[in-house]
């Protein structure tokens, strides 16, 4: 296990920086605690990494290998810290540990150090809208709250923040939880809100996909708790293993003991036998059916941490949504613009578009995951009334799938293809009506066009603004 007395006076490889806070934060951590010498190493140029090196011009001891990645930097270090996308079969992580070099996460390390109850959230999709929601749920109740790896949130830095009475709120991607296993830590109250076909570019199977993920609850403690998805078959499935109690939520009470669901048009919940009301849906300010689900995992995380269902019940009316998850940007003669950005799986795009009553207008496509599209194709064609595509390989992949579901006589019928977003958000604003909604919920990653999913969502926000 990892001791905070470790990093003092070490030489430390940071592999890959990236663009978001994480390596960021992690170089800065690194130096806070006193490190030797920090290499980081990218393959991404220093004219790429601009705005992440800027933020650490003032750090002293950092040595920037960028372009390349050297043998020497993965043997001659004391520890290695991997960025989260990179994979345990990496060449390079595999030199270091031949060479008994120890390599870890930011999660990994955080689990080690920290001091403080962590309430862990993660899924395919609904992990930062439900990991916000419980911690504003708590900070309402009046407890502190330290969210970790929430959005673009970084993680190491948060350490020195944590008291005796914080409560940690930690959203784990598959990535970060596939460290946890190295140090057989689980979060005290595991949320697990769903599991979808995703980043099949990385893993080479859902069963390996899934084993990453299980990772939320494996090693947790008989009076843990896993609060899990009963909808979800293969949420279902997975959680039998959890050492820890199994709470559910779902769209039904059936058979689940305590726990919560939807019945109608109202949410309920049961403990230790007792059956009430949660609150009525109309009070909920989130929109989508999707977030029903995130509003139950929230409200049942807020319980499990032993709030009342009138605090969980207080928390979610006040709760003012998450920027970039099918945020309304603004209306402009009678066109409501949408954000949801963070949709880069089909099964997100299906949502956002079961979301509208309102005749949609879609900005979608982007760079694939090795995922399928026909599905969305279909939803498509029955919800939206026009369709503009982001250059990209997934975007060729839905096209297929769009003409194999064309009437024989359309299916060489032109599919508008763009390369920038302020040209999709021009087009799409040329062609709507007062009453219509234009909605960029790509259903595919960012890359290519963009530098992740955020900045795909400020060039959207700025078009809109713009018009």
Not at 85 to 93: F, G, K, L, M, Q
Not at 356 to 385: M, T, W
Request: charged letters at 25%; a neutral charge.
């Amino acid at each position: 296990m990892i001791q905070e007395s470790f990093f003092n006076n070490k030489r430390i490889t940071v592999f890959g920086l990236g663009m978001n806070m994480g390596g960021i934060g992690t170089v800065k951590f690194l130096i806070e605690q006193g490190a030797r010498e920090v290499i980081v190493t990218d393959i991404k140029s220093r004219e790429e990494l601009g705005s992440a090196l800027e933020k650490l011009t003032k750090y002293k001891n950092v040595t920037y290998i960028l372009g390349q990645h050297r043998p020497e930097d993965f043997v001659r270090a004391d520890m290695v810290i991997k960025n989260p996308v990179i994979p345990w079969t990496n060449e390079y992580v595999k030199l270091a540990e031949k060479n008994t070099v120890p390599v870890v996460m930011d999660s990994s390390i955080f689990f080690s150090l920290c001091k403080a109850p962590i309430i862990g959230v993660t899924g395919t999709k609904g992990k930062t809208t439900t990991a916000t929601l419980i911690a504003h749920i708590l900070e309402k109740s009046g407890k502190k709250v330290v969210r970790v790896g929430i959005g673009q949130i970084g993680v190491l830095p948060l350490l020195s923040t944590i008291t005796s009475e914080s409560i940690v709120v930690f959203e784990l991607s598959s990535w970060r939880l596939s460290a946890l296993k190295y140090i057989k830590k689980s979060p005290h109250i595991a949320v697990f809100t769903n599991l979808y076909p995703d980043h099949l570019n990385y893993y080479k199977s859902m069963e390996s996909y899934a084993a990453d993920k299980r990772n939320i609850f494996l090693f947790q403690k008989e009076n843990d708790r896993v609060i899990a998805n009963a909808e979800n078959e293969v949420v279902r499935n997975l959680v039998q293993d959890a050492p820890g109690q199994i709470v559910w939520f779902g769209s039904s009470d059936e058979a689940y003991g305590d726990g919560v669901w939807r019945e109608d048009e109202t949410l309920f919940v049961r403990q230790n036998g007792k059956q009430s009301v949660l609150i009525p849906l109309e009070q909920i300010p989130l929109k989508g059916e999707h977030n029903i689900g995130n509003v139950l995992a929230a409200a049942l995380a807020g319980l499990a941490f032993g709030l009342s269902v009138e605090q969980a019940r207080s928390g979610i009316k006040s709760f003012p949504g998450v920027e970039h998850r099918l945020e309304m940007i603004r209306e402009k003669n009678g066109v409501c613009y949408y954000d949801d950005t963070t949709a880069t799986i089909p099964e997100a795009t299906i949502a956002a578009l079961r979301s509208f009553s309102e005749p949609v207008i879609l900005i979608a496509g982007g760079s694939d995951k090795n995922l399928r599209f026909d599905s969305l194709a279909e939803e498509i064609l029955n919800r939206s009334k026009g369709l503009i595509l982001l250059k990209g390989s997934a975007t060729e992949k839905l096209i297929i799938a769009l003409r194999g579901q064309f009437p024989e006589l359309e299916r060489n019928r032109p599919i508008a293809v763009v390369e920038t977003m302020a040209k999709a958000v021009e087009m799409a604003s040329r062609s709507a009506h007062p009453g219509d909604v234009i909605l960029l919920s790509p259903g595919a990653t960012s890359f290519g066009i963009f530098r992740n999913e955020f900045d795909r969502g400020e060039q959207f926000r700025k078009a809109v603004e713009g018009l």
